[in-house]
C-alpha cells in the first residue's frame, strides 16, 4: 500500500492552524498513525487508529479521516511543533510510511 | 516506562553481514510485535519487519530474501540479521513496539529505540 502526503512542505506562524493530508493507495480502514520525528531524534507517536490521541501528546494535536483520505490538523501551532511529520498505514503488511511533511515555524 | 536500546556495529563492509539487537527494559516482551524500522540519511522511514514473543516473524518483501529476526524473552532482547549488505542499506536503525496488533494489521509504533547508524562501506 502506497502513502502519499501533501503538502510536502509547509512555513507556519506562532498560532495558525496547519492540515496534513494523507492518502492511501487502497482503503485501510482506520489503521494510521501519525508521527512527528524531530532532527536527530526518533519518530513520535501522536495519533493512531487515524483520531486516537496518544497519551501526553497535547489537544491541539487532531486526526481524522477513514478509507484512504486522512488529515492531521494542529489547531494552534507552536515552537516546538516543528519537524517532518510522517503517516503510517497499519492495515496489511508491509506496514509503509507517507514521504514525511516539513514544518518550518 | 518501557525503554529500547539499540547495540551492534556502525559500521559494516560490503556483502558482509548487518548484526543488530534491541534490548528491552521496564516491560514484558509478552504479546507484543517486536520492530525493526530504518530510516536512511536524509531520508524516509522503512518498516523492515517484526518478531512475536513466541518467534512468530514477518518481512517485508523487499527484504525477506536477507533478514533474519530472532527473539530471546529471557534474555528481554531480539535482534536483526541483514545479508549481503550493499551501500544501499546505509541508514538509521531503529527498534520499536507496536501498540497492539491483530493477527495481521498493527497501530502505530508507541516506544522507540534512539536508532543506531549503520554505515555500509569498506
Known amino acids: 500500500i502506497q502513502m502519499s502526503q501533501s503538502p510536502s512542505s509547509v512555513s507556519a506562524s506562532v498560532g495558525d492552524r496547519v492540515t496534513i493530508t494523507c492518502r492511501a493507495s487502497?482503503?485501510?480502514?482506520?489503521?494510521l498513525s501519525w508521527y512527528l520525528q524531530k532532527p536527530g531524534k526518533a519518530p513520535q507517536l501522536l495519533i493512531y487508529a487515524a483520531s486516537s490521541l496518544e497519551s501526553g501528546v497535547p489537544l491541539r494535536f487532531s486526526g481524522a479521516g477513514s478509507g484512504t483520505d486522512f488529515t492531521l490538523t494542529i489547531s494552534s501551532l507552536q515552537p516546538e511543533d516543528f519537524g517532518t511529520y510522517y503517516c503510517?498505514?497499519?492495515?496489511?503488511?508491509?506496514?509503509?510510511f507517507g514521504p514525511g511533511t516539513k514544518v518550518d515555524i | 516506562q518501557v525503554q529500547l536500546q539499540e547495540s551492534g556495529p556502525g559500521l559494516v563492509k560490503p556483502s558482509e553481514t548487518l548484526s543488530l539487537t534491541c534490548t528491552v527494559s521496564?516491560?514484558?516482551?509478552?504479546?507484543?510485535?517486536w520492530s525493526w524500522v530504518r530510516q536512511p540519511p536524509g531520508k524516509g522511514l522503512e518498516w523492515i519487519g517484526y518478531i512475536y514473543a513466541d518467534g512468530y516473524t514477518n518481512y517485508s518483501p523487499s527484504l525477506e530474501s536477507r533478514v533474519v529476526m530472532s527473539i530471546d524473552t529471557s534474555k528481554n532482547q531480539f535482534s536483526l540479521k541483514l545479508t549481503s549488505v550493499t551501500a544501499a542499506d546505509t541508514a538509521l536503525y531503529y527498534c520499536?513496539?507496536?501498540?497492539?496488533?491483530?493477527?495481521?494489521?498493527?497501530?502505530?509504533?508507541?516506544?522507540w529505540g534512539q536508532g543506531i547508524l549503520v554505515t555500509v562501506s569498506s
Open positions: 487502497q482503503g485501510i480502514r482506520s489503521w
Open positions: 503510517q498505514q497499519g492495515s496489511t503488511f508491509p506496514f509503509t
Open positions: 520499536a513496539r507496536p501498540k497492539s496488533c491483530t493477527n495481521i494489521s498493527c497501530w502505530g509504533l508507541d516506544y
Open positions: 521496564g516491560g514484558s516482551m509478552s504479546n507484543y510485535y
